[in-house]
């Protein structure tokens, strides 16, 4: 343990500093060829989110002799209907030689006064690759709950695909495809996922429809499946998608039950892929709970994982007098 790190408010004149740290860690965690490159190239956009979190006094900084160490940004937002604390992937970092100090000084620092607000669900998003910074949020008492994963369109996945049909959903498909929907995220609220997901108005579907986002497969006149494609139009502190990637997201994907395994799945993203190299996109994004068990195994194939959100949640009785 290092001694003689001072935690304190962060300055204006300490982002230049912190800048270089996060800079360091994402070359160090994030150097595949499926990741975005932007985030190290131009670090304005890095620059201005520090910034706002310094004048909402949500950034803290680690200090040992005078020099910035490391720091931390957090978001408050209410999370499934409780008050939470977020740090993003882009609002942390440390120098890499005193990591578990800064860290855990940092966030014994800030959680005493999340808890004293009587704020208990804690989450941070981690760069994956960070096996050290993993390690010390897991003793911490975290656990895994969202992964952050990108593709190269360019990436190929040839296979012999069989004979699916595969198409741009249409307005005739408004009906099938909002029951598709709905049974998806029947889905999503099962075991051991529990995901309670918002409810999709038909009007909604049709509004995904009319922007060409979404594929649909068929089984003949039967449509089983589909898949959600956009084109993200700004950056994103949270995710780190830029303008431009392709997301998939909203509804996400869904194969009926029945017709899994037969690479209706893989067929879907690889019509996904195309759409975006027409656009000369050249990264796709996708989220996923790690207790998605179809998720986490089917994105993983194809996918790279970048980021990973932890989550702990504080004995809720700490405040009772
Ligand atoms: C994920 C999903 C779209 C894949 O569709 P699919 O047509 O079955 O996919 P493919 O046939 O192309 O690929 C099969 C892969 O799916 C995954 N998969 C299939 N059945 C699985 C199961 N019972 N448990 C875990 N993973 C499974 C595996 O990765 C499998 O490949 P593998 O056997 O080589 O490991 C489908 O399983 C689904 O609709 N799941 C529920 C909805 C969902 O979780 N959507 C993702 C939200 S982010």
């Given at each position: 343990m290092i001694r003689g790190i001072e935690i304190g408010n962060m300055q204006d004149t300490d982002i230049g500093e912190a800048k270089q740290i996060w800079v360091r860690q994402y070359e160090l965690h994030c150097n595949q060829k499926d990741f975005p490159t932007y985030w190290k190239e131009d670090t304005s956009l890095l620059e201005g989110f520090l910034s706002d979190?310094?004048?909402?006094?949500?950034?803290?900084?680690?200090?040992?002799?005078?020099?910035?160490?490391?720091?931390?940004?957090?978001?408050?937002?209410?999370?499934?209907g409780e008050d939470s604390v977020f740090c993003p992937a882009i609002?942390?970092?440390?120098?890499?030689?005193?990591?578990?100090?800064?860290?855990?000084?940092?966030?014994?620092?800030?959680?005493?006064?999340?808890?004293?607000?009587?704020?208990?669900?804690?989450?941070?998003?981690?760069?994956?690759?960070d096996e050290k910074l993993k390690k010390i949020l897991f003793d911490l008492g975290y656990g895994s709950y969202l992964i952050d994963a990108f593709t190269n369109c360019h990436n190929n996945y040839s296979r012999e695909l069989r004979n699916n049909d595969i198409r741009q959903a249409t307005i005739i498909d408004k009906e099938a495809l909002h029951s598709l929907v709905i049974e998806?995220?029947?889905?999503?609220?099962?075991?051991?996922?529990?995901?309670?997901?918002?409810?999709?108005?038909?009007?909604?579907?049709?509004?995904?429809?009319?922007?060409?986002?979404?594929?649909?497969?068929?089984?003949?006149?039967?449509?089983?499946?589909?898949?959600?494609?956009?084109?993200?139009?700004?950056?994103?502190?949270?995710?780190?998608?830029?303008?431009?990637?392709?997301?998939?997201?909203?509804?996400?994907i869904f194969i009926k039950p029945e017709y899994r395994n037969k690479d209706i799945g893989l067929g879907l993203l690889m019509k996904a892929m195309d759409y975006c190299k027409q656009l000369e996109t050249k990264y796709i994004h996708v989220d996923f709970e790690t207790a998605n068990l179809y998720a986490n195994k089917f994105w993983i194939k194809y996918f790279s994982p970048m980021l990973l959100s932890m989550r702990r949640t504080i004995n809720k009785n700490i405040n009772d007098k």
């Open positions: 979190k310094v004048k909402d006094e949500k950034a803290i900084v680690a200090k040992l002799g005078g020099k910035v160490v490391g720091f931390l940004a957090f978001d408050e937002f209410p999370f499934n609002g942390h970092s440390a120098v890499e030689e005193y990591k578990e100090s800064v860290y855990l000084e940092l966030y014994k620092s800030i959680s005493q006064k999340w808890v004293n607000r009587n704020i208990f669900n804690h989450m941070w998003t981690i760069f994956i690759n998806s995220n029947e889905y999503y609220a099962t075991a051991p996922l529990f995901l309670k997901r918002e409810e999709v108005s038909g009007e909604e579907i049709e509004e995904l429809i009319r922007k060409k986002n979404v594929l649909i497969a068929m089984d003949q006149e039967k449509p089983i499946g589909f898949l959600n494609i956009s084109i993200c139009n700004e950056n994103d502190f949270i995710n780190l998608t830029t303008e431009g990637n392709g997301l998939l997201d909203e509804i996400g």
